[in-house]
């Protein structure tokens, strides 16, 4: 996995299918998950889910720091770098066991 302070693109690039669907489905906003990209976070690839194009996943605090995954993939239009997000949802309970430990040795 992938450390990074912050993902540095140019804007999101919401689809129409998806754009109000994690609000809808698990409570996160498009404005909960652009703030989202502003913070630390850690950034893997996810082979499992990356058929026709490179899929990203994104782990980190979200709003109140409760620990936020959100896969994603990087779109480029009119030369600019952009996140499209496919889905976003807080982690459950043993993920942020994972989380936290892997975060807790970053730290040291």
Known sequence: MTYTSDVKVDGFDWD???SFKNEAKHGI???TVEAFF??????APDPRHSGT???FLAIGGGPGEKPMIVAFTFRA???LK???PISARFMHTREIVKYDQAFAKDEE
């Open 53 to 55: 194009e490179d899929r």
């Open 77 to 79: 239009a009119r030369g």
């Open 38 to 43: 502003g913070r630390r976070v850690w950034v």
């Open 16 to 18: 129409s299918g998806n």
């Open 29 to 31: 906003s498009r404005e």
């Open 82 to 84: 952009l996140i499209r």
